[in-house]
């Protein structure tokens, strides 16, 4: 079976064989051995103006989502990983897909990315990421640090006086996000740091995409979890993302991310809604989460618990800065951009004098975001069965210590590469209405893009498809 990855045209030839990164990544998620060689990359993107290796993680993680996706396919029409013929994937598509926020135009209207007080701030004593994007992470950033208006002025003029860590710790106790810029890399972790279970043997009959009839319970928020299960929704799945009534999600994150999938709201701690979503979970074949560690244990849904009541269910976690190996921060919770101010790659890439910088994308969201789909689908040829636990720091440290490791130099150098953009950039009707977008990098969907744009937040019913 041969797959091309992403749909425009064609900007070269394929190369890539043998590439490190992809073997790395293709080795975390449990994947054979002798089989990356399959996965060959094509064009050029603009990925790489940084000083770290973005464009070598963007294009393996979406090079192994791909390759996963080809493996279930083969898996489901009665062969093995073997089977699989060549899988192209475009950089191009990999390079729009990975800043998809900055390309979505909301009935011609470009989104509210940041907000004014998400950002670098400068502190007594070095500097502070903040995150105040959410109106409750706003009003606790506020409330922690005392701030006589709910402004960027009163902002500033409050942080100029406080050490960054006193700043962090203020916020965070009061419930909000703040992250002094660390200037050395944090302690290495694992791309995946968990892939256990015992695999029920299940096998999924033939289907007409690799992930038709797989039923996936979708409890993430934000960016990585969410790119993880558009593009299970884009091989197939029936996703349905569950969300609580009381925890709000901005329209334009949701219209960037919400392809692929349905959204109901559900509390958990209200006995109807928790009813609803027991018989949705006794159903499903996939439970994804993307809370901090604790979170949700406190309904009886950890991943132990999970594989406990349904032995081959797959469950894939994610969480900011890891499970285990970073103490106390283990349990924070945290977005892309804390990770490269606390991870130290705010650090790395910052500029002449001495702010701190970011990369050209939020690759450690989307990169571990295919990294789990990939985990997924992985499994699910496996027979299921799995639990699997990644995180945006886990992410992070393979990207300053291992994805360019042995890796031959890609034609264009770190360079940013010349590239039409438009090529890659589709629209669709949705509930928000017109929607332009980027189409998915990863091969085996129908044509690279989503048959559908995504319903309002929150509006549909809690109940799978079919």
């Not at 045209?9 to 073997?23: I, L, P, R």
Request: hydrophobic share 45%; with cysteine.
């Amino acid at each position: 079976m041969a797959i091309s990855a992403g749909s425009g045209s064609d900007s070269g030839s394929g190369s890539g064989g043998g590439d490190a990164a992809t073997a790395a990544a293709w080795a975390a998620v449990g994947g054979a051995d002798g089989v990356t060689e399959r996965v060959g990359y094509r064009g050029a993107g603009v990925l790489g103006g940084g000083r770290l290796p973005v464009r070598e993680l963007a294009r393996a993680t979406v090079g192994v989502c791909s390759l996963a996706a080809a493996e279930l396919a083969a898996v489901r029409a009665g062969g093995c990983v073997a089977d699989v013929g060549p899988v192209v994937v475009d950089e191009g598509a990999v390079s729009t897909a990975f800043v998809s926020e900055r390309h979505l135009l909301v009935e011609g209207r470009a989104p509210v990315v940041f907000a004014p007080l998400s950002g670098f701030w400068r502190t007594a004593d070095g500097w502070v990421r903040t995150h105040a994007n959410y109106p409750h992470h706003r009003e606790a950033l506020v409330r922690g640090l005392g701030l006589a208006a709910d402004t960027p002025e009163a902002l500033r003029e409050a942080l100029a006086g406080r050490g960054a860590v006193e700043v962090e710790e203020a916020v965070y106790a009061a419930g909000g996000l703040a992250v002094a810029v660390a200037r050395a890399y944090g302690d290495p972790l694992p791309l995946v740091e968990k892939w256990d279970g015992a695999a029920r043997g299940r096998r999924l009959g033939p289907g007409a995409l690799p992930a038709s009839g797989v039923r996936v319970l979708d409890l993430t928020r934000v960016i990585a979890g969410p790119v993880a299960t558009r593009t299970l929704g884009l091989l197939g799945a029936d996703v349905l993302r569950i969300d609580s009534p009381r925890l709000a999600e901005g329209d334009d994150a949701y219209a960037d991310t919400g392809f692929g999938k349905r959204s109901a709201l559900l509390d958990l701690g209200a006995a109807a809604d928790r009813e609803a979503f027991e018989r949705l979970l006794a159903e499903a074949d996939v439970v994804v989460t993307g809370y901090r560690p604790g979170a949700l244990e406190r309904y009886g849904l950890s991943a132990e618990e999970l594989l406990e009541r349904r032995p081959g269910l797959v469950v894939a976690q994610l969480c900011a800065w890891g499970w285990s190996g970073n103490g106390p921060w283990a349990g924070r919770r945290g977005f892309d951009s804390l990770v490269q101010a606390g991870y130290g790659i705010a650090a790395r890439e910052a500029g002449p004098d001495g702010t701190p910088g970011v990369l050209p994308a939020q690759a450690l969201d989307h990169g571990t975001g295919y990294l789990m789909a990939a985990g997924v689908l992985r499994a699910l040829a496996d027979g299921g069965g799995r639990a699997l636990r990644y995180s945006l720091a886990g992410t992070g440290s393979w990207l300053v210590r291992g994805v360019a490791a042995g890796a031959a130099p890609l034609a264009g150098g770190r360079g940013a590469v010349a590239y039409d953009a438009g090529v890659w950039l589709r629209e669709v009707a949705s509930g928000y209405g017109v929607l332009r977008h980027a189409v998915s990098p990863v091969g085996g969907g129908p044509g690279g893009g989503w048959l559908r744009g995504p319903s309002r937040f929150g509006t549909d019913a809690a109940e799978w498809a079919g």
